[in-house]
C-alpha cells in the first residue's frame, strides 16, 4: 500500500509546509495600526496618512531587488523599480516591526534548483496579475522565476473576497473601527487606548515559521489564529467580516495543494488550469452515537472517532502534506486537495484514509469532480462546489457502500471468537467476548490491562467496546485526582434532583448559508449585494461553530451551574480483589441504591450519584443526616444490572472515612459543530438553557433570523433510559424545521407584518401570528445605520419577493382579507419537546414536510418562549388542583365539540359560530377559576382581571387587542389553541414544578 500512490519527498514536504505558511502570511501588513489610519475617509482637513501593506519586507535590503537588471520596458522590471521607490517615499509594512525583513530573510527553500527566502518573495504576494501575465520575463530581470511568489500572488485572487461598491465607500475612521461577524454583528477594534492591531503584529510568533514544518506545527497555527483573528482582511463597511486569519488560511489552503500539484506534474503554462478537489471523509456520527447502549459507551465512541479524525489531519496535513482540512461538522471532514491522482491511487488513499479507523467505525471517503482555479476566480458562486455540494452528497448517501466503506467482519467471528458467543449488544458487529485472550496480539495490544475476556462476556459486549467504555472512565477519575476543572461522563449526576435530564438538540439552518446563495440578501450598495468567496464561506462555518462552542463553554455552564460536590468513600480493603479498576458498582444503602465507581489506585469510591436525588429517596428522618452515617458502616457491592442480566452481589465493604469533593458541572457535552449542537443536561435546567440560547442567538444572528433560524428540541427521561433511545428521539427532532428547498419557497412561511416602529434601534415589528421582532438597525458604534444586514424578503408571491430593509417594509391593512397583500417571507426557529415516558414514546417524534408533527400545537415558534413564560407565571396565581381543573374543562370540551378534527376550530370563515363559542367558553373558564392576589401588573384586583378577560373572550385569535388586554388575550388564545395542556405536562408532569406562588409562600386570596 505504501507504494501505490504518490507522495512527495522529505524535501518537497518541507517547502509544501514552508509556501503554506507563506500563503497563510501573504497579507499580515493589513496588521497594523497605521493601515487602519491610511483607510479612513478623506478629510481635506487633515494630512492624509500614507501606508504601503504590500511590503511586508523591505526591498531595498535585499540582494535580489538591489541587484536587478534594468530592462526598458519590461513589466518585470518596471514592477522591482516601483517597490523599491516605494520603499523609500512612505511608510510600509515591514517598518511596523523591526525584526521583520531579518526573520523572513532566514526562511530559505529551494524551488526547482532556484533559492529563495521569504523576505524576497513576499512583494508579489498580493499582485494577483503577476502570474497569469506571460509578457514578464523575470529570469531576465533577476536571474530566477520568482514562481512560489507568482503563484501565491494568483491564489490571492481566487480566495478573494469580492468587494463589490465603490472603494471609498463605507470606510471607518480610525477612531471607530469595528470588525463583524457574517451576520453584522459589530465588535470595536482597539485603537484609542491600545493599538491592538500593531501589538498582535509584533507579537505573532514569525521568529518560529519552521514549526510549521514539524510536529510542533498544531501547536503554531493556534498562536497565529489567536492574533490574526484580530485583524481585518478589509476596513470597508460591510466587508469588515473577513478576519486576516479566515483570509490567510484560505490562501494557504489554495497554495498548499496548489504546491503539491505542480511538484507533481510540473509547472503550467496556463496557471489557471489549476485543478483543485474536495476529498470527504463520512461518517454518520449521531447514527454510530445511536449504537450505544451507556452514555460511557457513546462517549468512547466520541473519543475514538476523534482521534481517528486528528489522525487523518495529521496524515493529509503533516505526513503527505497533500492539503488542509477546510470544512468540518457532524458528516464528517472536508479537505481541499489538488487533483493528481488516478483511480487506483485514489483507493489506495482511501484504504490508507480508513485504516485509521476501526472496522465498525469506518468512513466512507470520496474525491469530488475537479473544478479549475480559473473559474473559482471567474464566477464566485462555484466557490459552493468545494464544501456545499459534497456536504449535500454525503447527507443523501447510505452509510454503507459496497465499493467503498463495506467491512464484512468475517475474521472477527472465525479464530478469534470466542465458542458460543453471542453478538455485542453495543457495536452489534462482533462476538461477546472477542478477541480471545491470547488469539489476536495486534488486536489486544492496544487493549487496557483491564479489558479481559471474561470480563467482556460478563457485560455481554466485546473487549474493544468494553476498553472504549471503561477508558472513559479511567479518563474521569484520573481527571479528579488532578483536581482538574470538573465535568461529569455519568447521567446519574446529570439528572436532577427528580431523578430526569434532557438532551439539548440545537440546530443552526446554514442551508443557503454554506452555499453562499443567501449573502445576495446583504446589500453593499445600491442594488449590488454581496458574492460568495471561499474565504466568505469559510468564514461562516466557523462563526456557526464559534457559536455553539461559545454556548457549551460559556452559556450552557451560566444556565446548568454547578452541583455541590461528590463523595469520596475509603473503605477497609479487605475482599475487593476481586472489583474491576474503575468499574462502576452499585452501593446498596438501607435498600437504597448509591452508584460508585471503583477507583483501585487510590482505593476508593467515587460517588456517581445525585446525591440530593439519592437523599430523596431516603425515609425523612434519615436525609439530612445520611453522610455522617456512613463511616464505619458495611454494604453490600452489587454487579448493576445490565442487558438479560439482574444485578448481583460482588462483595461487602466497610467505609472507614467519608470526604466531601469538588463541586462539578453536571453537564455531558456531545457535539458542537457548525450546524448541531447537542449536549445532556439536568432536566429542571432544559428550559433555562433554551432560552439562554435563544437570547444568545438574538444576540449574534438577530439582524438574518428571517433566514437563518435556530431550531431547538429538548428531550426529557429518566436518568436510566437507554441512551440509544434518547438519541434516535434527538436525532428526530432534528427534522422539525421541515423539508427546506434553497431554490423555491419551501421551508418558508408567508407572515403578515402588522406594525412596525422604525423610530429607533431595534427596529420593532409585529406580525400577525403574535411574534414580536426587535431587530437592530444600526452599526456597532450605535449610530450608523445598518444599511446591509437587517433585511427581509417581502412580496404577493414567492417569485416577487425582493429583499427589503427593515425600516422600508410595508405594513398590511387591517381591512385587507389575509391571503392577500406583500407577505413577509420567512424561515421561522421552532422549538419542540418530548418526555420519554416510555422508549416507545420515540416514535411519536415524527414531522411532515412542512415541519409540523401530528400534535396540534407542535412545533412551537422559538419565540413562543418568552410568551410561555409569561403564561406560566400567570398560571402559578393558580393553586394547582385549579390548574388542572381549568386545562382539563378546556381539553374535554375540546375533544367533545371536535373531536381529532379542528378544522373547524382553525377557520372562523367557514365556521363562524362554533370557534367563538368555543373561545367565549374558554374566557369564561379561564375568568371563573379561583386567583390568588398578585402584585404584577396585569392584576389589579380580582373582578377586574376577570372583566380583562371576559372582554377578550369576544376577540377572534388575530384580532389585535389594546396592550391592557394584551396578556389576558395571550391567556385565552393559548388556551383555545391548546398551549395550556402542553404548558401543563411541561411545568407540571415533567419539570414537577407542582407548588402555586401561593402554596409556596402560604399566601391569602
Known sequence: MSGSFWRPSDEQRRMILLMEALGLIHDLGKMSDRFLKSQEPHDS?????????????????????????????????????????????????????????????????????????????????????????????????????????????????IAHIEKEGEPDQHKQSYSSVFRATPFGVEEQVGTTSIQELTNALKNLPLDNIEQITTDQRSDWLMQMKALMSKGLADNRRPHNEISLWDWGYTVATFTKAAVVYVFKNDWLSDIKNLPFCTLRINLDILDRYTHSDKISDLLGIQQVLNDAFKGVQTLLEETYAFGNQFYRDETGAYYLLPNIFDDTEKTALREEIQALFPPDLRPQVHFSDPIKAGDLDTDKSRSRELVAQPRKKALEQKPVNADNNLYLFETEWKDGRPKNSEICTVCGMRPVGYPRQG????????????????????????????????????????????????????????????????LFVGKLGLEGWLDGRLLSTIHVAGDTTKNPSPARLYRIAETARAFWEKVTSEVMPNAVGLSPFRLELHPQTNNLDELGDYHAYDLDIDGIVLSVVWDKPRQRFLTTDNLSYFAAQLPPNARDTWISTLAGRTFQILEPSSFLQSSRKKAEVTIREVKEIDSYQPAIPLLAEPSLCLMLVPANKALELATQVKKEYEQQMGRVRDRLPLNIGLVFCNRRTPIRTVLEAGRAMLNLSGQVDTNNSKGWEDWRLMK????????????????????????????????????????????????KHVCDLAVR?????????????????????????????????????????????????????????????????????????????????????????????????????????????????????????????????????????????????????????????????????????????????????????????????
Open 45 to 157: 482637513s487633515k494630512p492624509k496618512v500614507e501606508y504601503e501593506h504590500n511590503l511586508l519586507s523591505d526591498p531595498c535590503a535585499i540582494d535580489t531587488y538591489t541587484h536587478y537588471t534594468d530592462i526598458a520596458n519590461d513589466p518585470s522590471a518596471e514592477f522591482i523599480k516601483g517597490i523599491l521607490n516605494t520603499a523609500t517615499q512612505i511608510p510600509c509594512a515591514f517598518s511596523e516591526r523591526a525584526d521583520l525583513t531579518t526573520l523572513l530573510k532566514k526562511i530559505e527553500l529551494t524551488w526547482n534548483n532556484e533559492q529563495y527566502n521569504f523576505a524576497e518573495l513576499m512583494p508579489l504576494l498580493l499582485n494577483t496579475g503577476l502570474a497569469v501575465n506571460q509578457t514578464e520575463t523575470w529570469r531576465n530581470v533577476i536571474g530566477k522565476s520568482m514562481q512560489p511568489g507568482l503563484l501565491v500572488g494568483y491564489l490571492h485572487g
Open 439 to 502: 488469539s489476536q496480539p495486534k488486536i489486544e495490544k492496544p487493549l487496557l490491562k483491564w479489558a479481559t475476556e471474561q470480563k467482556a462476556k460478563d457485560r455481554k459486549i466485546c473487549r474493544i467496546c468494553l476498553n472504549r467504555r471503561d477508558r472513559r472512565s479511567e479518563q474521569w477519575v484520573k481527571d479528579i485526582a488532578q483536581q482538574s476543572p470538573q465535568n461529569t461522563v455519568w447521567t446519574d449526576e446529570v439528572a436532577d434532583d427528580n431523578g430526569r435530564l434532557a
Open 756 to 803: 412596525k416602529d422604525n423610530s429607533g434601534s431595534p427596529c420593532k415589528l409585529e406580525f400577525d401570528n403574535g411574534i414580536t421582532w426587535h431587530i437592530s438597525v444600526v452599526a456597532g458604534d450605535g449610530s450608523k445605520k445598518d444599511d446591509w444586514y437587517p433585511r427581509m424578503y417581502q412580496g404577493d408571491r414567492w417569485e416577487q419577493k425582493q429583499p
Open 813 to 1005: 391593512n387591517t381591512q385587507m382579507p389575509r391571503d392577500r397583500g406583500a407577505k413577509i417571507w420567512v424561515r421561522p426557529s421552532h422549538f419542540d419537546f418530548e418526555f420519554l415516558d416510555s422508549t416507545a414514546r420515540r416514535f411519536e417524534i415524527y414531522y411532515d414536510e412542512n415541519g409540523r408533527r401530528p400534535r396540534r400545537t407542535r412545533p412551537f415558534y422559538l419565540q413562543d418562549l418568552d410568551r410561555f413564560d409569561t403564561l406560566w407565571t400567570i398560571l402559578q396565581n393558580l393553586e394547582t388542583s385549579q390548574r388542572h381543573q381549568v386545562i382539563y374543562a378546556i381539553e374535554a370540551t375540546r375533544e367533545m365539540w371536535y373531536g381529532l378534527d379542528e378544522k373547524e376550530l382553525e377557520d372562523e370563515e367557514k365556521t363562524p359560530e362554533k370557534p367563538k363559542v368555543f373561545r367565549r367558553f374558554v374566557a369564561d373558564t379561564v375568568a371563573n377559576a379561583t386567583w390568588t392576589r398578585d402584585t404584577t401588573e396585569w392584576w389589579q384586583s380580582r373582578k377586574e382581571w376577570r372583566r380583562k378577560l371576559v372582554e377578550v373572550g369576544n376577540a377572534s385569535i388575530d384580532e389585535r387587542v389594546s396592550e391592557e388586554l394584551d396578556i389576558a388575550k395571550q391567556l385565552i388564545d393559548a388556551g383555545v389553541r391548546g398551549e395550556l395542556a402542553d404548558l401543563a405536562e411541561l411545568h407540571m408532569e415533567i419539570l414537577k414544578e407542582r407548588k402555586s406562588d401561593k402554596e409556596t409562600n402560604n399566601g391569602n386570596v
